[in-house]
């Protein structure tokens, strides 16, 4: 029945079961599970030290797996930790808008509202090579440089082009740990951070965690507008710009070629940073894609962000800040402060990776399936649902921004399409303040397959 089954597959089917069991009763056998469900004898055996690991289950070596008992602590009760609420003040770390707000989704959703490359376009043979020879590396387990490997800093430095050098490379631990450590490095709480409008929710979570105010600017199908972004500066005393000029999540825009420079010229006239998060360059669909602003930055204004787990998986958790200049000494010390260096084995790992012949032939693969995928998505919805405008075809990105039509609710049809067996993301989540339209975002690399795109416009056309 599981035939590419994964150990998650199976634990949803063993809490469907265990939800018509009682305490005490005893769970099939793993003979009896691999046989039921085709699965190998590991795949059982993770499942089950997952749902250990949760307290839903307890095993007894040589007698086999029980329901658990619901846990209280020897009659006492649960603990009372209501004096945390008093010690821990107000400084609450708001994550709703990057978690799921309707919950795990039950087997058999299709999921258009990831963030990642489905496990099928993961390029995980040559991942498995390459941390396969980093952990044969005799320095393998070592420490490694604040800064991150050279090597792996030269990598990035040919990323951004233009005459950026590995100096001004610091290796992180991928775009949203290096979005934390820019926005605490470079202003301080209750200070105004300018993003465009819509933007990455994972951005206004981590900033709003440091302490600032994002401050919408308007977009359009170029970008950022330069007019209201000089005018905002002007209004709200800003030092910081985050944009997406390349691929802009959720929308797919690039930033247009005149604008870039005037973005800069704006930026640099209120003496303020731009943080170019670089997440996307991997990700186009085929044709070029744009120097990214850093390569033609003459003095320092941009910090660059550029991450690897979008082309690759999410657990290569690695990535890189480009900056120039006492921003970068900043950043070096919250770096060193906050958790010395970056694992060394995950650094020579994606060093291998990305230097083997078999990740340019993945990136370039990658392109024509995000663009078939794209397409096939589109269209499907295109016929499907009509009064969804979706916006300007995207040249790259992993996403659709459509508009829904006036007088709907984004999170009403987002918790619909969940019934109907389709995650989406509810636009609202992606503006800093009061959404001007009601807009979902549909991603098109986290589903299984092409098919599985059209059956999920069926559905959606359905509720
Ligand atoms: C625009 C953007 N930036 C940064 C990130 C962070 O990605 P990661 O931390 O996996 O590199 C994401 C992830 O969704 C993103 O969409």
Not at 52 to 71: F, H, L, N
Not at 100 to 110: H, L, N, R, V
Not at 311 to 339: M, Q, Y
Request: glycine fraction near 8%; aromatic fraction near 4%.
């Amino acid at each position: 029945m599981l035939d590419s089954s994964t150990s998650a597959d199976l634990v949803t089917i063993l809490r469907a079961l265990l939800a018509g069991l009682s305490p005490g009763d005893r769970l099939p056998s793993s003979r009896e599970l691999i046989a039921r469900h085709h699965v190998s004898p590991v795949t059982v055996a993770r499942a089950i030290a997952q749902l250990a690991a949760e307290g839903a289950v307890v095993t007894r070596p040589g007698s086999g797996t029980y329901v658990a008992t619901p846990r209280t602590r020897s009659g006492e009760g649960p603990a009372d930790t209501a004096w945390q609420t008093i010690a821990l003040t107000d400084r609450a770390v708001d994550t709703r808008s990057i978690t799921d707000e309707f919950g795990p989704p039950p087997a058999g959703t299709i999921m258009l509202d990831g963030g990642y490359l489905h496990r099928s376009l993961q390029p995980t043979r040559a991942l498995s090579a390459a941390l396969a020879r980093a952990a044969r590396r005799p320095d393998a387990w070592g420490r490694a440089p604040t800064n991150g490997l050279a090597a792996l800093r030269a990598v990035f430095a040919g990323m951004a082009g233009g005459g950026v050098t590995p100096e001004d490379v610091m290796v992180t631990a991928g775009g949203q740990s290096s979005l934390s450590m820019v926005f605490r490095a470079v202003a301080g709480p209750g200070s105004p951070v300018l993003v465009e409008s819509p933007t990455y929710p994972g951005a206004l979570a981590a900033a709003r965690a440091a302490g600032l105010r994002p401050v919408p600017v308007p977009m359009d199908d170029d970008g950022v507008r330069p007019d209201l972004l000089a005018d905002a500066f002007a209004m709200t005393g800003a030092r910081l710009f985050y944009c997406q000029p390349t691929f802009h999540n959720p929308t797919g825009t690039v930033l247009a070629p005149p604008r870039r420079r005037q973005v800069l010229d704006v930026a640099r006239a209120a003496g303020a940073f731009v943080i170019e998060d670089d997440f996307a360059r991997h990700l186009g669909h085929g044709g070029p894609v744009a120097r990214p602003l850093v390569a033609d930055d003459r003095d320092g204004t941009v910090v660059h962000v550029a991450s690897l787990t979008k082309p690759a998986a999410p657990s290569l958790r690695i990535g890189a800040l480009v900056a120039r200049g006492p921003v970068l000494e900043r950043l070096r010390a919250l770096r060193w402060v906050d958790d010395f260096f970056v694992s060394r084995p995950l650094q020579e790992a994606a060093l291998e990776l990305v230097s083997s012949p078999a990740w340019d032939r993945h990136v370039r693969g990658l392109a024509a399936v995000l663009r078939d995928r794209h397409a096939e998505l589109a269209s499907a919805l295109a016929r499907e649902l009509p009064g969804w405008i979706q916006a300007r075809p995207a040249r790259g990105g992993l996403h659709l921004w459509v508009r829904l039509p006036a007088g709907t609710d984004d999170t009403t049809v987002a918790r619909a399409a969940r019934q109907a067996g389709v995650a989406v993301s509810a636009g609202s989540r992606y503006f800093a303040a009061e959404p001007p339209e009601a807009c979902l975002r549909l991603g098109f690399a986290a589903a299984a397959d092409r098919a599985e795109l059209v059956e999920a416009a069926r559905r959606l056309a359905t509720i």
